[in-house]
Each structure stands twice: as structure tokens, then as C-alpha cells.
């Protein structure tokens, strides 16, 4: 198996800061927007997002939840092995919101399509809006595309995108792993 | 581990403890569905359960419908008073039969011990028992002992106290099984006519004297007489029972400290519990209640995962 460094810590920095100036520039103070990590591992970048518009960008009150959609996944009794659900954490409104979704990577574009619906289980939001770190073009099962995407990756279908963060891995990079070579 | 080591649930005790503990944590975000402004989710859309009780029920058979509902599976009621089993129908025949409707799971209820590990034998569906006769009620069992978790943040290390008629209650030994593989210990008590000989084989200490028993008591489950079940008398009257085994606040007032109270439901008032101890805050009757739709939720959610 090969990894290869797509981004090391600096380069993620960069992104970061790019993407936190970009979701600035059209959700301006944040008071009728609100943030969504997708569970399980969009939540560290949306905590780090979170913390850099906070503290960086002295953005006051921001909205920030997680969101988990293993009930609502379409491959439920398909896939080999069940998945453990996650915690969800919404303790806000989304009613006539803008909510922003974020996740590490965007590959099939399914469990967007899974969020959207379990979403509308806590009110009926203003927009929606997908922000992914890494974007896979082409292996996409459903026609859903980022408004904010860190960076596109053409990657092969016997490719997999590894995410690091600080937090949880002990370092911030990302990776392509290849299990073909 | 994401998966139960079960294909039916018919029995606490065929359960691990890393079942149970998994139960738990699937109730934990069942629960927080339920306090959406939409509680429904759509896993089990393309599964169809049967509901078939034998025996009356309310709390269970709602909690069980209200439970397949919020998680979208379709659901068909059977009650054996109005069907074909009054004109001889047996078990597996009438159980087949609904099956031939194309259902995945079956719910069911039964006055005999063991008819849901036999309909498991001879029927392909999965199978939920949701009390047979004076044996099991594992969702009972599940949902007492997550509320004891919910309130006291743990139920290893606990001493809990079941109270009343343990001869005739599938909730009690289904408790016993639950505690015990979480790590609790588990006194039974009450007249020694409705005490189980033997019972303490299964590692449960026996208490005669209820004042006693209560001052090493973390949580008290009081159990409701079964009069449905006695085919003769098994305490000289309902006064006596109630002065040596009725939970009455006068009791509670002489004990040093405050146990977590519970009730598997129908509560004979003024027998087991007095009024003023059913709805005191102690008491979390309700909250049972409540946790039993999360927790069968989590239950149906995970056996239908490994259909």
C-alpha cells in the first residue's frame, strides 16, 4: 500500500484561513447562519473552522453543531458492516437559517443526500450550503456539489483519502493511500 | 463492535454485556430523535413487523408500535382475543401465515415460557420477545436498567432492590440477568410464598424484611402483584401485604438516604406504591416510559441491521 502527502500542516493552515475568509465573505456576522458537522469525522474540521472564525475573525455567537445521519443513510441492511451512530448536537434552531454543512471529503455525494433529509427533522432552513475540504471529482453518485471545497483531487476509485487532524490523529495532513500498488 | 452477537432477542440472558452496553449507546441517539421537532427517521422503511400479543398489554404493545413507527417500518397489529387462534390455530400456523404476508419481524407476546425461543426455531423472521409467561420481558429489562444508568450515571455498583411478586414476573428475572451482567447487585425481596425457591442460584441475595432490605438499597423496583397469575392465595390479604411490602413514604421518611424508585407499570395504587411515592420525584415511572420507546427503537434498529 502507497500513501502519498496531499497536504501537509501548512498547507491545511492556508486552507483554513481561505475557507473561513470565504464563508465571511457571504455569511458576513454568522447571525442567521449556522454551521453543521457531519458525523463522524467532519467534526474536527468544522471545530477548527469554528474556533478560527471565533477567535481570528472575533466572529461572537456562532451557531455550531454536529449533525449524524446513520438513520437516515440509504445503504441501511446493503452495507457489510453496520455502523455505530454518532452523537448528534443541534442545541439551536435551524428554522430559516442558513446552514452550511461541512465534512473532510466529498466523494459519492450520499451522505450529503443523507443529511439533507436529516436535517428537515429539526425545521425547514433559508439555504443550504456544502463546504468539504477535499472534493473527489468525478466519482460523484449524485448530482451534489461543494459551494466551498479546500481542494479537488482526482483520485481513483481504489484510492482513499485519509484526513488527519491535530486532535485526533496527532497531526494535521492529508493523504492518498493507494491499496492497488 | 456495532452489531448484537444475536439474531432474535428472546432473552437478557442470551445477551452480552457488550449487547446490552451497545443497546445503550443507540438508545442514547434514539433518544435525542425523539426530542426533534420531527422524530422520525427512515432506517427501517423496507421493514414490515408484526405486533402479535396473546396476552393484554398497554404500555408495551404501544411502545413497541410507537417505536417501529418513529424508525418508518410498516406495522401490523395482531391480537389473539379477535383471530383464528380462538377457532384452534396453533403458534406456528398462525405465526406463518402472517409471515406469508411478507413481514421481516415479529413482536411478540405470549402467556407460555419459551414461546418465543420456539416460534425463533420454526419461523423465518426475526423475533422479539416482548414477554413469555413468567419467564423473560427483555425490553423491560433493557429500559429499567438505562434509566437507572440515565439517573445514576452508571449501574455497576449498584444495589438494586426488586420488591413484590417474583414468582410469577418475567420483569424480575429479566432484571436479575440485565443488573447482573452490568455489574449490579441484586436483592430480591417479599413474602416467601411469591419468592422463587432456588432463586438464589442465580447470585441474588434474598431479603424477607423490606425495612431492612431498603437501608442498602440504591434503586427499588416494586413489582406489581399478578393476581391474573395465582391460582390461589399467597399472602393472607391485601392489608398485610401492603403493611410489611407497600412502599409508603412513612417507609422512605425512616431511611438516611433517598433510593431511585421504579415501576414496570400497571401500578396497583395503594397496594406496592402509595399515591404520594408514584408521583413523587423519586418516582421515575414516566421516565421508564419514555426510555422504553429509545430503547426499542435502538433494539428493532439493531436486529434489523443484521437481516
Given amino acids: 500500500m502507497s500513501e502519498t502527502l496531499l497536504l501537509d500542516s501548512k498547507a491545511i493552515h492556508l486552507l483554513l484561513h481561505r475557507l473561513a475568509n470565504q464563508l465571511l465573505e457571504h455569511h458576513l456576522d454568522f447571525s442567521e447562519t449556522v454551521l453543521i458537522g457531519l458525523q463522524p469525522r467532519g467534526i474536527f474540521f468544522a471545530n477548527r473552522l469554528g474556533k478560527l472564525l471565533i477567535e481570528e475573525y472575533g466572529i461572537k455567537d456562532l451557531s455550531l453543531g454536529y449533525l449524524d445521519i446513520t438513520f437516515f443513510r440509504d445503504d441501511f441492511r446493503r452495507s457489510q458492516e453496520p455502523l455505530k451512530a454518532n452523537k448528534t448536537k443541534i442545541d439551536f434552531l435551524v428554522e430559516n437559517k442558513k446552514v452550511v454543512f461541512i465534512d473532510d471529503v466529498l466523494y459519492t455525494g450520499r451522505s450529503i443526500q443523507s443529511a439533507l433529509s436529516a436535517i428537515q427533522s429539526f425545521g425547514r432552513p433559508k439555504a443550504i450550503e456544502l463546504l468539504v475540504l477535499i472534493d473527489r471529482r468525478f466519482s460523484r453518485h449524485l448530482p451534489i456539489q461543494p459551494n466551498y471545497r479546500g481542494r479537488q483531487v482526482d483520485a481513483i476509485n481504489q484510492e482513499r483519502v485519509k484526513v488527519c487532524w491535530k486532535e485526533n490523529e496527532g497531526e494535521d495532513a492529508v493523504y492518498i493511500l493507494n491499496n492497488t500498488l | ?307
Fill in chain 2, 1 to 307: 463492535m456495532s452489531q448484537l452477537s444475536v439474531p432474535h432477542l428472546l432473552g437478557i440472558k442470551n445477551l452480552t454485556e457488550s449487547d446490552i452496553q451497545l443497546v445503550f449507546e443507540t438508545a442514547d441517539q434514539f433518544k435525542e430523535v425523539l426530542g426533534r421537532p420531527i422524530k422520525k427517521v427512515p432506517s427501517l422503511r423496507d421493514v414490515t413487523i408484526a405486533n402479535i400479543f396473546f396476552e393484554n398489554s398497554t404500555r408495551t404493545k404501544l411502545s413497541f408500535e410507537l417505536a417501529e413507527k418513529r424508525l418508518s417500518a410498516d406495522v401490523i397489529n395482531f391480537s389473539a382475543g379477535q383471530s383464528s387462534v380462538k377457532k384452534g390455530e396453533t403458534l406456528v400456523d398462525t405465526v406463518n401465515n402472517i409471515l406469508a404476508m411478507k413481514v421481516d419481524m415479529v413482536v411478540m407476546r405470549h402467556h407460555h415460557a419459551g414461546a418465543a425461543m420456539f416460534l425463533s426455531k420454526h419461523v423465518k423472521a426475526r423475533i422479539v420477545n416482548a414477554g413469555d409467561g413468567a419467564h423473560e420481558h427483555p425490553t423491560q429489562a433493557l429500559l429499567d436498567a438505562y434509566s437507572i444508568r440515565e439517573r445514576l450515571g452508571d449501574v455497576a455498583g449498584k444495589r438494586v432492590l426488586i420488591v413484590g411478586d417474583i414468582l410469577h414476573s418475567r420483569v424480575a428475572l429479566s432484571n436479575i440477568f440485565a443488573l447482573q451482567k452490568l455489574g449490579a447487585s441484586v436483592t430480591v425481596c417479599g413474602p416467601q410464598s411469591l419468592i422463587p425457591r432456588y432463586i438464589e442460584a442465580l447470585g441474588v441475595e434474598v431479603a424477607l424484611d423490606f425495612d431492612q432490605a431498603l437501608k442498602k438499597a440504591d434503586v427499588v423496583n416494586m413489582l406489581r402483584v399478578q393476581n391474573e397469575r395465582m391460582e390461589y392465595s399467597y399472602f393472607p390479604s391485601t392489608r398485610e401485604y401492603v403493611m410489611q411490602y407497600g412502599l409508603t413514604s412513612e417507609r422512605l421518611g425512616r431511611l438516611d438516604h433517598k433510593p431511585l424508585i421504579m415501576h414496570p407499570g400497571p401500578i396497583n395504587r395503594g397496594v406496592e406504591l402509595s399515591s404520594e411515592i408514584a408521583d413523587s420525584s423519586d418516582a421515575i415511572i414516566l421516565d421508564q416510559v419514555e426510555n422504553g420507546v429509545a430503547v426499542r427503537m435502538a433494539v428493532l434498529y439493531l436486529l434489523a441491521s443484521a437481516m
